[in-house]
Structures are given as structure tokens and as C-alpha cells.
């Protein structure tokens, strides 16, 4: 069960739009419909910010977004804010109830 | 409002075995929607989900780590636990304790504690 690969960093100006990768397998993103996206600020436990690959929980704004394509899913934060400067993980179901997250992507506002 | 609050030791010496306890308030961990598991994240590095247990004691684990671990749960203390043993200066990490649904969307974290392994 390998780590799911993401850029190591990404960054954009206030009211840019970014988007990370979030590539697997066929046995993991692939195969599943079940991809979620986790905000972690420094010190602090990580947030839901999507799941399901591109559902919202409740009080997440619509400017987080999320996508699946083939092994890759995607997340896109639009309207890019500085409070939106954080680290995000991906996290998919892997079958017979395990789970795989990715290495993590580091967001930085200009 | 849930929450989830981490106890154990934060210091292991080398060989040993790590046990931390999750205590859940604000709900029933012996919900049929919910899993319960323990995550952790290495010093500066990414998430690893260690393993999860559903309230009737069945238990999920990540293969890498399988062979080292044990959960358990106590539903009349509202509590489950992870022990892991033969620990190395590698096992060193914030261990959170999460709740989540069976398809892995975490929706509760504890507020994670430290523990280091050394001697």
C-alpha cells in the first residue's frame, strides 16, 4: 500500500485559482469513488474539506472543489485566500476497509 | 459536539510497546455509521492511517503495520485504544484518533498527541 503521489507544493496569488493532483492506482483512486481532501494548518489536527471525491460537509465553502479522472483525482481551490494557506492530503478508500493517504501538498499564497 | 481526546505516554524507549486511548464525548461510539481509527504523521512528514475498529470490535488495519498492532474498544467507557508493539525511533509521530464512515471521510479528529521513541 503505497503512498498516493502529490506535488510537493503549489502556490497562487489572492483570487488565483490552484489545483492539486492526487494520482493512484487501479486498486485504490481507481477503483473507487471515494477520494477525500484534508486542510491541515500548522500545528493543528487536518479538516474534511471534501469527500467523496466532490461532495461538501457542512460549512466548507463552494471555492474548494473536487474531481476524479482514470487514477488521478483532483482538488481546486478557486478564489484562492490567505487563509487557504495550509498543507492538504488526499485520502482514498483501498477496498476491504483500509486506506491510503498521499504525501501532501504544501499551498502558499503570493 | 464531538470530541475525541488522546491519552497514552509521550515517550517509549526503543523495543517497547506503544499504547495511547481515544475517549469520545459528545456521542456514542457504539454508532452503526461510524468507524474509529488512529491516524499519525511523522515529525514534518505526511498522514498514515495505522488502523480502525468498528463498535462490535472488528478491526482494520494497514498492512504495512499490520503484524504490530492491536485496537480495542470499551463501549461502556466510550473509549477504544491502540497498542503498538516493538517500536523503533521510526514509530515517532503525532497520533490522532478520528472517527469516520466506512469509505474513509474523517470527519472528527482528536487534537493529536506526541509520542516519541527513544531510550
Known amino acids: 500500500q503505497s503512498a498516493l503521489t502529490q506535488p510537493r507544493s503549489v502556490s497562487g496569488s489572492p483570487g488565483q485559482s490552484v489545483t492539486i493532483s492526487c494520482t493512484g492506482t487501479?486498486?485504490?483512486?481507481?477503483?473507487?469513488?471515494?477520494v477525500s481532501w484534508y486542510q491541515q494548518h500548522p500545528g493543528k489536527a487536518p479538516k474534511l474539506m471534501i469527500y467523496?471525491?466532490?461532495k461538501w460537509p457542512s460549512g466548507v465553502p463552494d471555492r474548494f472543489s473536487g474531481s476524479k479522472s482514470g487514477n488521478t483525482a483532483s482538488l481546486t481551490i478557486s478564489g484562492l485566500q490567505a487563509e487557504d494557506e495550509a498543507d492538504y492530503y488526499c485520502?482514498?478508500?483501498?477496498?476491504?476497509?483500509?486506506?491510503?493517504f498521499g504525501n501532501g501538498t504544501q499551498v502558499t499564497v503570493l | 459536539q464531538l470530541q475525541l481526546q488522546e491519552s497514552g505516554p509521550g515517550l517509549v524507549k526503543p523495543s517497547e510497546t506503544l499504547s495511547l486511548t481515544c475517549t469520545v464525548s459528545g456521542g456514542s461510539i457504539s454508532s452503526s455509521l461510524y468507524y474509529w481509527g488512529w491516524i499519525r504523521q511523522p515529525p514534518g512528514k505526511g498522514l498514515e492511517w495505522i488502523a480502525s475498529i468498528y463498535y462490535n470490535g472488528n478491526t482494520y488495519h494497514n498492512p504495512s503495520l499490520k503484524s504490530r498492532v492491536t485496537m480495542s474498544v470499551d463501549t461502556s467507557k466510550n473509549q477504544f485504544s491502540l497498542k503498538l508493539n516493538s517500536v523503533t525511533a521510526a514509530d515517532t509521530a503525532v497520533y490522532y484518533c478520528?472517527?469516520?464512515?466506512?469509505?474513509?471521510?474523517?470527519?472528527?479528529w482528536g487534537q493529536g498527541t506526541l509520542v516519541t521513541v527513544s531510550s
Open positions: 478520528a472517527r469516520h464512515k466506512r469509505f474513509g471521510d474523517i470527519d472528527y
Open positions: 487501479s486498486s485504490d483512486v481507481g477503483a473507487y469513488n471515494y
Open positions: 485520502c482514498s478508500y483501498a477496498g476491504s476497509y483500509t486506506y491510503v
Open positions: 467523496d471525491v466532490s
